[in-house]
């Protein structure tokens, strides 16, 4: 399990899947193959895979305790949702719970979750299945995510032509927390606490949030999909083809990749490759990843 200490609080990583998943040349419209030969010494075989020129994502939570609060970062597909469109993702079993529970917190101890937007892989563990009903897996916990994308996704919801909206997600993930009184909808920036505050990155999806965390000094950026995988770290021009508005896309991740650089906050991604974090450092105009080889 990743573990990493930043000041006084411990952040794990826990894992949902981690496959070649995206077929690299549908998920980057940019994608160009000499980039395999370019960075093989890093991209192999971590994050990419050669024989079946795939990308290998990782799908995980970060579960951040601090101050004696258990946050939870992002909470991936989920068991038993149902997702045709995405098969390596459709009614899932996973031990996700389990591994939670290895990692000392088990669903009622969690204070706080977070989501970066609403997208089906971020959403998915916020609701199980009980009796054939979805209810809230944190059920003493305040559910954390931007009115920008609520507001967005209950338009489209409520649509007929474009609902239901991510794929059911929303339905199945993000309505019952809402319904059980248990959302916490921020609007633009907003300080949570000593350590958290989130701030709009729009773009990928209209209300993706940046969660910047600090403590001791040390600091720390939750990115969400702001970058899916570390190419994107070399190529900040590079949107996925999940990214909702190209512009503010590309403008949110050069920013979020700058922050970084010039605060040393280290970046916390929930899809990049072993060893799943980096620190980011210039280099001319661009930048690299700097990761830690003791992951």
């Excluded at 409520?158 to 921020?186: C, H, I, W, Y």
């Amino acid at each position: 399990m990743t573990e990493v200490k930043l000041g006084a609080a411990t952040v794990q990583r826990i894992e949902e899947s981690y496959e070649p998943n995206f077929d690299a040349k549908m998920f980057f419209p940019d994608w160009q193959p000499g980039v395999v030969q370019e960075h093989r010494d890093w991209l192999l075989p971590n994050h990419y895979d050669e024989r079946s020129g795939s990308l290998k994502l990782s799908v995980h939570s970060w579960l951040l305790t601090v101050g004696g609060k258990r946050i939870l970062i992002d909470t991936c597909v989920g068991n038993h949702k149902s997702r045709p469109h995405r098969p390596k993702w459709h009614l899932m079993e996973t031990p996700y719970l389990a591994r939670l529970k290895a990692a000392g917190v088990e669903p009622d101890q969690v204070d706080m979750v977070m989501c970066t937007h609403l997208h089906v892989d971020h959403v998915g563990w916020n609701t199980r299945l009980e009796n054939g009903k979805w209810v809230p897996t944190f059920r003493n916990a305040k559910y954390v995510f931007s009115r920008a994308d609520y507001d967005h996704y209950l338009k489209v919801d409520t649509d007929p032509k474009t609902a239901p909206a991510n794929a059911g997600s929303f339905r199945d993930s993000v309505l019952p927390v809402v319904e059980a009184g248990l959302s916490q909808l921020v609007d633009g920036a907003a300080q949570l606490n000593e350590n958290l505050k989130v701030e709009p990155a729009p773009g990928h999806t209209p209300g993706t949030i940046a969660i910047k965390f600090e403590s001791r000094g040390e600091k720390a950026l939750f990115c969400g999909d702001i970058l899916h995988h570390a190419l994107q770290v070399y190529h900040p021009e590079w949107n996925s083809f999940a990214c909702a508005e190209a512009t503010g896309a590309r403008k949110s991740r050069r920013e979020a990749l700058e922050h970084c650089a010039g605060s040393n906050a280290r970046l916390m991604p929930c899809h990049f490759g072993a060893p799943f974090t980096c620190h980011i450092d210039h280099k001319g105009s661009g930048f690299v990843p700097r990761f830690d080889a003791s992951f």
